[in-house]
């Protein structure tokens, strides 16, 4: 069972970018919902009350789900404004009955709505999952420069080179705020091979290559990347105990090419 959130697709990734301050109090009365999987790394719930499509995430222990059953999410209550919506508060998940996929296909057309097969000659997409004492955060890494192959529609395989600025140049970086030592998970849409990770000093952002001198790196600190296994087997990697401001350069090595990614770290402002 996936209990992660996920990517949905493309065109929902600018929504799936959020953070919020939620005060765990006791359980809301819980969503009765139905929980559907689709491809190799898609899941989603419905609530059956209102035919609405969320993401919740799921805690360790859960009753393994699949797809078509029904059950019970407790929680805070507090649903994420983006679309579909999130749910980062649940406490626990409970089965009230167990389904199938046939019993999933009255809300094929509303999940069609969101799910998209993977494209083979995209990139895959980067993102930097959190907790904190009020939520589980998720943030998405802009993705720069990469060198890409796969086999298209007609069965030729293709091979496709895209050069970027320098990370401490490009225009738009996504961020993420942090105030305590925090564990962030690098959770990639296509599994990686190998991850290295390399900070910048904030102070150097937007750097021109222009304002050093020939051959003069600029200082740079190499951030260790710890490996380790999902409830799956399948290899995954964190940033243990990330605090330090800076910006963040992240190269990934894939089966298909190598593609970099790139985010900033920034100082929470703390909670009253």
């Not at 999952?129 to 993705?143: G, L, M, N």
């Not at 051959?215 to 190499?222: F, I, Q, W």
């Amino acid at each position: 069972m996936k209990k992660r959130r996920l990517f949905l697709a493309a065109a929902a990734l600018s929504v799936f970018l959020v953070g919020g301050c939620q005060s765990r109090g006791e359980e809301e009365k819980p969503i009765e919902a139905m929980y559907i999987e689709k491809g190799d790394d898609f899941q989603i719930f419905v609530d059956t009350s209102t035919d609405v499509l969320f993401d919740a995430y799921i805690p360790e222990g859960t009753e393994e789900l699949t797809t078509g059953d029904l059950v019970k999410i407790y929680g805070d209550g507090i649903m994420l404004e983006s679309y579909p919506g999130q749910y980062p508060g649940v406490t626990r998940i409970v089965v009230t009955k167990q389904g199938t996929e046939e019993d999933a296909e009255k809300y094929e057309s509303l999940v069609d709505e969101v799910y998209q097969e993977p494209d083979p000659s995209e990139p895959p997409y980067l993102n930097l999952e959190y907790r904190t004492k009020e939520a589980v955060v998720s943030a998405v890494a802009d993705r720069g420069g990469y060198t890409w192959s796969y086999t298209d529609e007609n069965g030729e395989d293709q091979e496709v080179s895209v050069d970027a600025a320098f990370v401490l140049e490009w225009d738009t970086l996504n961020d993420i705020r942090l105030n305590e030592k925090t564990d962030v998970l690098l959770y990639f849409s296509r599994e990686a091979k190998d991850v290295s990770v390399i900070r910048y000093e904030p102070s150097l952002k937007k750097q021109s290559t222009e304002e050093t001198e020939e051959n003069d790196e600029p200082e740079s600190e190499l951030i260790k990347v710890s490996e380790e296994e999902d409830e799956n087997g399948k290899k995954q990697f964190i940033l243990k105990d990330l605090l330090d401001k800076g910006i963040y350069l992240v190269t990934a090595e894939f089966d298909q090419g190598t593609v970099e990614y790139g985010f900033e770290v920034k100082k929470s402002a703390k909670s009253s």
